[in-house]
């Protein structure tokens, strides 16, 4: 039986112009390659999973839109990604059908997935993961909802906040620790607006222990809202950013326990060429004074 569980979460994986040109010229093994060994390392990791994985479909009529190839379901699994959030503002970039291509092809890799779905009740519908004395319950949806991406009874989409929160008091029945992966706040904005906190404090209040978001593609900060331990953003994992402050990403290492969150632990990231590079003890440092909350350090490769 399990005593503690170690679970690592990461933010956005973006297959845009640049990060597909990389991928071309590489290979998409490339981008995880640096990381790699910390998501293994991991009794389960969960990333952001921006757009879709299909070749079919026609792009929303959106300001951007992303499609990644079908081989990156495989490359999540050999990478060491349990499970990934589809509840994001490009889930459905190129359609319902290229949704559900995204699904079968995870499904098919042995890739979870959470916050989209065939409707309304598979898209906020958690992953439940018995570690053999530890049960979680992961949700995860989107605050940042363009039109015609949520899911309906009976037509596929992505999960927002009122169609999660009914399904908290059955998951609190079944899991002794239950983890919320949103995707909201500001794109750039280093510290969550008003309407994340909000919406952290209806998390809490419904008796999710444990909340790790993205989108703002950049680090946001980590507070207590009542028992829950919230990190607003984890910023980018696989990306082409601009700006050095978007390069800036991190995982969150956590240990539960049946009782609930018994640590944090920070590994800072810095983006290179689309991938994710572990970063220096002085890094970590810089990070630790930042968060002195949680403990910061170093990635080393012997994890």
């Known amino acids: 039986m399990r005593e503690r569980v170690q679970l690592l979460f ?25 990381a790699a060994h910390l998501l293994r390392g991991a009794d389960w990791t969960v990333l952001n999973m921006e757009g879709c994985i299909s070749v079919r479909g026609a792009p929303m009529d959106k300001e951007y839109t992303f499609r990644a190839p079908l081989e990156l379901a495989h490359h999540l699994r050999l990478a060491g990604v349990s499970m990934v959030s589809l509840g994001n503002n490009h889930s459905v970039d190129y359609g319902r059908t290229a ?22 009740q598979a898209a906020a519908s958690p992953v439940d ?89 950049v680090v946001q900060p980590y507070e207590r809202v009542g028992r829950a331990h919230v990190f607003y953003s984890v910023g980018n994992f696989i990306h082409t950013p601009r700006s050095a402050l978007s390069r800036q990403g991190a995982l969150l290492r956590v240990e539960i326990d049946a009782q609930g969150v018994q640590k944090l632990e920070l590994i800072p990231l810095w983006l290179e060429n689309g991938r994710p590079l572990p970063q220096s003890p002085a890094r970590a440092l810089e990070h630790a004074q930042r968060f002195p909350e949680i403990q910061s350090a170093p990635a080393s490769p012997t994890m």
């Open 99 to 120: 949704l559900m291509d995204t699904v079968e092809h995870l499904w098919r890799a042995g890739v979870w997935w959470a916050g989209a779905g065939a409707n309304r």
């Open 10 to 34: 990461g933010g956005d994986i973006i297959f845009g112009k640049g990060v597909s040109q990389i991928a071309q010229a590489r290979g998409i093994g490339y981008l995880f390659e640096p």
């Open 129 to 217: 993961v018995d570690f053999g004395g530890v049960r979680v319950a992961i949700v995860c949806f989107t605050a940042v909802v363009p039109h015609g991406f949520p899911a309906g009874a009976r037509t596929p989409g992505v999960a927002t906040l009122s169609d999660v929160l009914p399904r908290l008091p059955e998951a609190r029945k079944n899991a002794d620790v239950i983890i919320a992966i949103p995707h909201w706040g500001d794109e750039g904005r280093t510290e969550p607006n008003a309407k994340q906190r909000r919406i952290a404090r209806a998390l809490a209040d419904a008796g999710v222990q444990l909340i790790v978001g993205h989108h703002p593609h």
